[in-house]
Nanobody, 119 residues
Framework: VQLQASGGGLVQAGGSLRLSCVVSGIIFRNNKMGWYRQAPGKQRELVASIHLAGSSMYADSVKGRFTISRDNRKNTVALQMNNLKPEDTAVYYC??????????????WGQGTLVTVSS
C-alpha cells in the first residue's frame, strides 16, 4: 500500500493550500479516506474524513475552512484548506479506514506533507 501526499508548503495566515493524496494497493472506493495532521510536540489528530458515498466530517478546529473530497476514478483524496492559521502548521497525512462508524486508520502513513503557516 502506498499513500503519496503532496501540496504542502509555506503560506501566510489567511492563505490557502490544496493537499492531494494518491493511494495505491487498496480498493479505494471501498474505503473511507481521511486527513490527519501532527504538529510538533502534539499527537496526530484526524481533521477530516470522507465516506464512500461522499459524506464528510471535520474537526471543530477546521470546520468551515477545510473541505475534503475524493475521486474514486483517480484513487485520490484532496483537502482544500482556506483561511489558514498558524495553528494549522503540521505534517499532514492521508489514511484509509474500513467503512465503519469510527475512523480506524491503517498502519500505513506515508511520508506526509508539511504545511507551515506564518503569522
Amino acid at each position: 500500500v502506498q499513500l503519496q501526499a503532496s501540496g504542502g508548503g509555506l503560506v501566510q495566515a489567511g492563505g490557502s493550500l490544496r493537499l492531494s493524496c494518491v493511494v495505491s494497493g487498496i480498493i479505494f472506493r471501498n474505503n473511507k479516506m481521511g486527513w490527519y495532521r501532527q504538529a510538533p510536540g502534539k499527537q496526530r489528530e484526524l481533521v477530516a474524513s470522507i465516506h464512500l458515498a461522499g459524506s464528510s466530517m471535520y474537526a471543530d478546529s477546521v470546520k468551515g475552512r477545510f473541505t475534503i473530497s475524493r475521486d474514486n476514478r483517480k484513487n485520490t483524496v484532496a483537502l482544500q484548506m482556506n483561511n489558514l492559521k498558524p495553528e494549522d502548521t503540521a505534517v499532514y497525512y492521508c489514511n484509509y479506514s474500513p467503512p465503519s462508524s469510527t475512523f480506524q486508520p491503517s498502519a500505513n502513513w506515508g511520508q506526509g506533507t508539511l504545511v507551515t503557516v506564518s503569522s
